[in-house]
């Protein structure tokens, strides 16, 4: 069962324009995390924001974490085309953090 | 350092058929999964394992095996494969990050698996 839903499930915008997605999930966590899949490859590791954190930076990457709201939000500044791919969110499953549950995911599609 | 490497990348069964999935990792990780991905449904997790030696259920086992004898490779076996089981398979690993408490997940390039 999916613990994470992705929200929108598909946005299309101009390089150069900032991309907002939106994760909910239904049950307390340890941490959250985000991951980026490419057209026909595994699933890459963005970024990961813990429990006791509201707010983290990677490059172009902004992640939010509203654990009173159960939800979360990845913002990628400035779009690039290569950022073109699916986005997932992914949290502990209940009962053990070695399980990882990830949401539907989200495509995103930057259009040059 | 080839992270973790998946076999065969393609591969057409008919129903009743056998196949093995092999799932390979250079990183000495203690975790390995087993996921598979469907259109419209995300990741779901077949099987993993928390060490050499140990396997354990994940969200859809039916239909699946799985065996760790070696820590460094995890293999997903298909008694008799059923046209439900058409997906892409992906295999990943992890070691806990223990200031976090956290277990990022690497993943591998997928098997494309079809089932006719």
């Given at each position: 069962s999916q613990q994470g839903e992705e929200d929108p499930q598909a946005l299309s915008i101009q390089e150069g324009e900032n991309a907002t997605m939106n994760c909910s999930y239904k049950t307390s966590i340890n941490n959250l995390q985000w991951y980026r899949q490419n057209s026909g490859r595994g699933l890459v590791h963005l970024i990961l924001i813990r429990s006791n954190e509201r707010e983290k930076h990677s490059g172009r990457l902004r992640v939010t974490l509203d654990t009173s709201k159960k939800s979360s939000s990845l913002l990628i500044t400035?779009?690039?085309?290569?950022?073109?791919a699916s986005y997932f969110c992914a949290t502990d499953a209940e009962g053990g953090s070695e399980k990882l549950v990830f949401g539907k995911g989200m495509k995103l599609t930057v259009n040059p | 350092n080839a992270g973790v490497t998946q076999t065969p990348k393609f591969r057409v069964l008919k129903t009743g058929q056998s196949m093995t999935l092999l799932c390979a990792q250079d990183?000495?990780?203690?975790y390995m999964y087993w996921y598979r991905q469907d259109p419209g449904m995300g990741l779901r997790l077949i099987h993993y394992s928390v060490g050499e030696g140990t396997t354990a259920k994940g969200e859809v086992p039916d239909g699946y095996n799985v065996s760790r004898?070696?820590?460094q490779n995890f293999l997903l076996g298909l008694e008799s494969a059923a046209p439900s089981q058409t997906s892409v398979y992906f295999c990943a690993s992890s070691s806990i990050r223990a200031l976090v408490f956290s277990y990022e997940q690497y993943f591998g390039p997928g098997t494309r698996l079809t089932v006719t």
């Amino acid at each position: 069962s999916q613990q994470g839903e992705e929200d929108p499930q598909a946005l299309s915008i101009q390089e150069g324009e900032n991309a907002t997605m939106n994760c909910s999930y239904k049950t307390s966590i340890n941490n959250l995390q985000w991951y980026r899949q490419n057209s026909g490859r595994g699933l890459v590791h963005l970024i990961l924001i813990r429990s006791n954190e509201r707010e983290k930076h990677s490059g172009r990457l902004r992640v939010t974490l509203d654990t009173s709201k159960k939800s979360s939000s990845l913002l990628i500044t400035a779009s690039r085309a290569a950022d073109t791919a699916s986005y997932f969110c992914a949290t502990d499953a209940e009962g053990g953090s070695e399980k990882l549950v990830f949401g539907k995911g989200m495509k995103l599609t930057v259009n040059p | 350092n080839a992270g973790v490497t998946q076999t065969p990348k393609f591969r057409v069964l008919k129903t009743g058929q056998s196949m093995t999935l092999l799932c390979a990792q250079d990183m000495n990780h203690e975790y390995m999964y087993w996921y598979r991905q469907d259109p419209g449904m995300g990741l779901r997790l077949i099987h993993y394992s928390v060490g050499e030696g140990t396997t354990a259920k994940g969200e859809v086992p039916d239909g699946y095996n799985v065996s760790r004898l070696k820590k460094q490779n995890f293999l997903l076996g298909l008694e008799s494969a059923a046209p439900s089981q058409t997906s892409v398979y992906f295999c990943a690993s992890s070691s806990i990050r223990a200031l976090v408490f956290s277990y990022e997940q690497y993943f591998g390039p997928g098997t494309r698996l079809t089932v006719t």
